[in-house]
């Protein structure tokens, strides 16, 4: 009986042992498995901080790229800003200019109008004046005729007396 009980017990032992022995195999395949997919991530990881070195070198470069776009675009804007400023500021001299000369044109408008005014009274006058000589002259032809005719009386009579 003790030996049954001791058999008994080695192949129950035995059967623990094919089963942890089945068990540590499982295990160890899942531990391999386990390995592999560890590697392969490491390998994935890797790859990606690579990757992610390259991506932040890139960002870095186009980062620069893009600040010198900037500062590049920012003087060029001055600059064009500083073109418009001094745009408008000959746009209000022209405008200053042409109020001015506006004002000139003006006033020879009407300074021409006064010396048009001017001209047409002289004008009047001179040919009031061109009317009152021909009348004179009109006169001092009919007092020539008149002093010849007294004349021609006076030798007339002075013959008569003598």
Known sequence: SSLVLAHDTISSLENDVRSLKGTIS???????SLEERNKS?????????????KMKEENDIMTADTSGMFRRHNKEIEKLRAECERHRKYAREIEKLSTQ?????????VSKRKLESDIRDKDKKIGNMRKEIHRLNGELAE??????NASKAEEAMSKLES
């Open 101 to 109: 000369r506006d004002a000139a044109v003006e006033e020879i408008h």
């Open 26 to 32: 499982s295990l160890e395949e899942r531990n391999r």
């Open 41 to 53: 991530l490491n390998n994935l990881l890797s790859t990606n901080r690579v990757e992610v070195i």
């Open 143 to 148: 007092g020539a005729v008149a002093r010849s």
